[in-house]
């Protein structure tokens, strides 16, 4: 993610602030912490997937390509 919109570069200071609460809270158990985050990460991932995904799916239908409520 890149720092030149402010809005971006407050998500991702958000993002790592949250990373660094959940260190702190876990720093007996450095694994739980990695695997917290790690699981927070691929929520993200997997989420903007699928908005990638209904755009795509909105961009066939509107072309055309794809019928709208009807799966081939």
Known sequence: MTADD???ALIER???EWR???RQRYRFRP???RRLIWEHDE???RQEEWRA???ER???VRN???QAGRRR
Do not use: N, T
């Open 6 to 8: 402010p809005v971006l």
């Open 20 to 22: 660094q609460r959940v």
């Open 31 to 33: 694994w739980k912490a």
């Open 14 to 16: 958000r993002q790592e």
């Open 58 to 60: 909105a961009r066939l």
């Open 43 to 45: 929520l993200l991932r």
């Open 64 to 66: 055309g390509e794809l």
């Open 53 to 55: 995904a209904r755009h």
